[in-house]
């Protein structure tokens, strides 16, 4: 009479539906993958003149549209189909009725409308037949009718259900981070991406696939629209910079959908696999993992360990043009030897970089990569602004390590020298301290290395504090059982290295302790994103950083993380600009250390030498105009205004030969004009570039606005939008459809008489435009050279700029 089923009730619901005359469904939210499990068999039990309600909520908007869309495709007139309007009050009920002359069964539990709850999900239902309890069982047909028809519900037809569509995506916009305490098999990733319970995808009974739907966040939107123009624009290859907490990993495999074969690349194995899951959510396609001994690689989708994929051997099992899509995660490591060997391998239709962190000051610049293309950016300020991440408050505090008595090794300070300075009670102490006073409930402290964070732990401890250190060498504990303990606060700080940095999320964190110096921008940004999601259900408001200042080598400069794009601020302000909802606090001995170290800073030429000499270095060779702009740390902008320009730059630091030597002295104006050229528009670079592709025995020949009219109007169209954007002001609209003679005129009245200048460099007489000065013949394949790098140069950062103001 009574039966509990744990795992797959759908077997039963089979049998119950199909030889029932009545069936009443009463589910607290309904999922397009749980009806096309039962869809068939209601469909014929509707066939069949059975009587079938279905009743579901609105509590928030768990109910996906598409899943009423499908019900209605039932169109029966025996099918009624209502729901529950909560008005944000809890509506958790889970029941199924079935009636058939004097047999039938209530079913009651935990399963809900999902392809989980209804397969392979782990659930508790009990059955039980009508003989064994009329009374119940008519009390449960009653009370199910009487909640039916109550004035909450709302009748589901193809007019209230575009209603509800309405209200859900506007609860969505609105809510973008919302996170809530449903069950596991409730949530399972289907309402929002962010969501965290493991789950699987795709539910395989009867032969049949369940899939679920994930539905974009605004930025993801914003970036899946600037992709897609980027494509359209014919560009191979783009870089979004989207900060922790917006859903990089989801928007990848948005994007990916319109692409076969997928290559997935990370330096982590988290990282991999969590992107496999993502991806399989989304697109329902199974993919396969390579890394370490694992190398699943007969699937479409492939996620790859970039060590494991960057072996000669493993690489060359690949087609160069196998995959479509090529995504790198994390794109700031791009510069590593390992990603340029795969990299350069492939010849994917579109490669995409995904980063958190824009700064381009470790030097690993992955705009070199994309040759500059950033399709999409937004940082963890813009996101704090527009509500989408929770905002902060920053406490700099002194360490009075003195750093300059630290060797310095490039990238990080000396290790050995660090932790003897670091491993010593008193400065441990300081640092408790200064957490005590600003803390607030679930922490993590980031530290230089595994000893300083087993020191820190065990320091901790012995005040009275539950902490532990977690590292990558952290034995007999499991990292999700010590994430929980934090959740639970049965933990109040984990001390760790660099584990959190990456593909670890953990939003109820609410305090940052950063007990190292600042090596990295990149790292630190990645750290401060840890604490930044929103976490509603632990009444998180705002995520305290408690900071450690010292003499170290970015101290002076890494505030500029926090500062508000658009802002203009004094060179001398020590404080950044944030966003109102935000604060910054420094002591008055940090604040005195930073104007100390400003003045101290290098002079602005030698840091450009160096930082030229970083990216000559990592290419082995002379780099270009445009490749210092891209893989330099330093603003290319100051090569202009330091030297007067590039070329000028190289001749001051002996990087020119002696040939090369000679054609700067000789045409040293020429030069300075092109890079001294304003660039309201590209107009002027156009022309030139035009000029340049006749070739070194060409390109200083007259020519006509005629000639140069087909090239320049095909320019501006044939990239579209973005190279557009020039070509798009009322007065040249009408010349979007090619008129020889109106584009003519364009060239005669804009770029050709705007080169002009009292140096009489160039010339427009008669119709004709020409270079205006003699070139040796033994000189003009070299100045041919170096007009075109500085051209490159101009046209490629214009359009960058522009790309981005448009975004």
């Known amino acids: 009479m009574l039966s509990l089923h744990t795992k797959n009730l759908y077997k039963q619901l089979k049998k119950d539906i199909r030889n029932s005359s009545t069936i009443y469904i009463l589910s607290s939210f309904l999922m397009k993958s749980g009806l096309r499990i039962i869809f068939n068999d209601l469909k014929f039990a509707a066939e069949q003149g059975a009587d079938i309600k279905v009743l579901?909520?609105?509590?928030?908007?768990?109910?996906?549209?598409?899943?009423?869309?499908?019900?209605?495709?039932l169109d029966h007139e025996n099918v009624e189909i209502r729901l529950w309007q909560s008005g944000g009050i809890s509506f958790h009920p889970k029941s199924f009725i079935f009636k058939h002359k004097e047999d039938g069964a209530l079913i009651v539990g935990s399963s809900n409308m999902s392809g989980s709850a209804l397969s392979h999900g782990i659930e508790w239902n009990l059955r039980m037949k009508r003989k064994a309890s009329k009374e119940t069982f008519e009390s449960a047909v009653n009370q199910f009718v009487y909640l039916f028809y109550a004035e909450e519900t709302l009748l589901i037809n193809d007019e209230t259900v575009k209603l509800y569509q309405e209200r859900y995506d506007k609860f969505y916009a609105k809510h973008v981070n919302l996170t809530e305490t449903w069950t596991k098999q409730e949530e399972i990733r289907l309402t929002l991406p962010e969501m965290e319970a493991e789950q699987d995808v795709v539910i395989k009974e009867d032969k049949l696939e369940y899939q679920v739907d994930i539905k974009p966040r605004q930025a993801q939107i914003e970036a899946l629209e600037s992709l897609q123009s980027t494509m359209d624009e014919d560009y191979s290859k783009a870089m979004v910079v989207m900060a922790t907490g917006l859903g990089k990993t989801y928007l990848a495999a948005m994007f990916a959908e319109q692409f076969k074969r997928i290559l997935f690349i990370a330096h982590r194995q988290e990282i991999i696999k969590q992107a496999k899951d993502s991806f399989e959510l989304v697109l329902q396609r199974e993919g396969g993992l390579l890394y370490g001994l694992e190398k699943n690689v007969k699937h479409d989708m492939i996620f790859a360990s970039i060590f494991t994929l960057s072996i000669q051997e493993q690489l060359y099992e690949f087609e160069p043009d196998y995959f479509d899509l090529i995504v790198v995660d994390e794109f700031h490591h791009a510069a590593a030897k390992s990603y340029e060997r795969v990299i350069d391998y492939f010849e994917p239709k579109f490669m995409l970089g995904l980063t958190a962190t824009p700064e381009r000051t470790d030097g690993q610049d992955v705009f070199a990569i994309c040759d500059g293309n950033v399709a999409y950016e937004i940082t963890f300020i813009e996101a704090i602004q527009r509500g989408w991440l929770a905002p902060f408050t920053y406490y700099g505090v002194k360490d009075d390590i003195d750093y300059s008595q630290i060797k310095w090794l490039g990238t990080r300070y000396d290790k050995e020298e660090l932790l003897t300075e670091q491993l010593n009670e008193q400065r441990a102490d300081h640092i408790y301290q200064k957490w005590q006073k600003y803390k607030k409930t679930r922490s993590l402290g980031f530290c230089s290395s595994i000893e300083q964070a087993n020191f820190l732990a065990e320091y901790f401890e012995e005040q009275g504090v539950e902490a532990i250190s977690?590292?990558?060498?952290?034995?007999?504990?499991?990292?999700?059982?010590?994430?929980?303990?934090?959740?639970?606060?049965?933990?109040?700080?984990i001390f760790t290295v660099d584990l959190f940095n990456e593909g670890v999320d953990i939003p109820a964190v609410d305090t940052l302790l950063f007990a190292r110096p600042t090596e990295?921008?990149?790292v630190f940004t990645q750290q401060i994103g840890r604490g930044l999601r929103k976490s509603p259900k632990t009444g998180k408001e705002k995520c305290v950083i408690i900071d450690l200042i010292g003499n170290y080598r970015s101290a002076d400069t890494k505030l500029q993380v926090f500062h508000q794009p658009g802002v203009k601020q004094r060179k001398s302000d020590v404080l950044p600009i944030v966003p109102e909802t935000c604060d910054i606090y420094l002591e008055t001995e940090v604040i005195d250390l930073m104007k100390h170290l400003r003045k101290k800073r290098s002079p602005r030429k030698e840091r450009i030498h160096l930082d030229y000499l970083?990216?000559?270095?990592?290419?082995?060779?002379?780099?270009?105009y445009y490749e210092v702009h891209l893989r330099g740390k330093e603003n290319s902008k100051e090569y202009r205004q330091a030297f007067g320009g590039y070329f000028s730059f190289l001749n001051e630091y002996g990087e020119l030969n002696a040939s090369e030597q000679r054609v700067y002295e000789r045409y040293y104006r020429w030069l300075q004009k092109i890079e001294k050229e304003n660039m309201t528009k590209s107009y002027k670079m156009v022309v030139l570039q035009y000029l340049l592709e006749k070739g070194p025995e060409n390109w200083f020949e007259k020519v006509t606005p005629e000639e140069v009219a087909p090239y320049f109007h095909q320019y501006y169209m044939k990239k579209g939008y973005r190279k557009r954007i020039d070509f798009s002001n009322k007065s040249n609209q009408k010349l979007w459809e090619y008129d020889e003679k109106g584009v003519a005129n364009l060239i005669a009245r804009m770029p050709m008489t705007k080169w002009l200048d009292d140096d009489h460099l160039i010339t427009f007489d008669n119709n004709k435009f020409q270079i205006n000065f003699p070139i040796a013949e033994e000189d003009r394949e070299i100045l041919h050279q170096m007009t075109e790098q500085i051209c490159e140069f101009k046209l490629k950062t214009y359009f960058n700029r522009r790309g981005q103001k448009e975004l």
Do not use: C, F, H
């Open 56 to 73: 579901t909520g609105d509590y928030l908007y768990i109910t996906q549209p598409e899943a009423l869309k499908r019900l209605l495709e």
């Open 470 to 493: 977690l590292t990558s060498e952290s034995k007999n504990i499991e990292r999700e059982q010590v994430i929980e303990q934090l959740n639970q606060q049965a933990i109040d700080i």
């Open 520 to 522: 990295s921008m990149v």
């Open 614 to 624: 970083y990216v000559k270095e990592n290419l082995g060779r002379r780099p270009r």
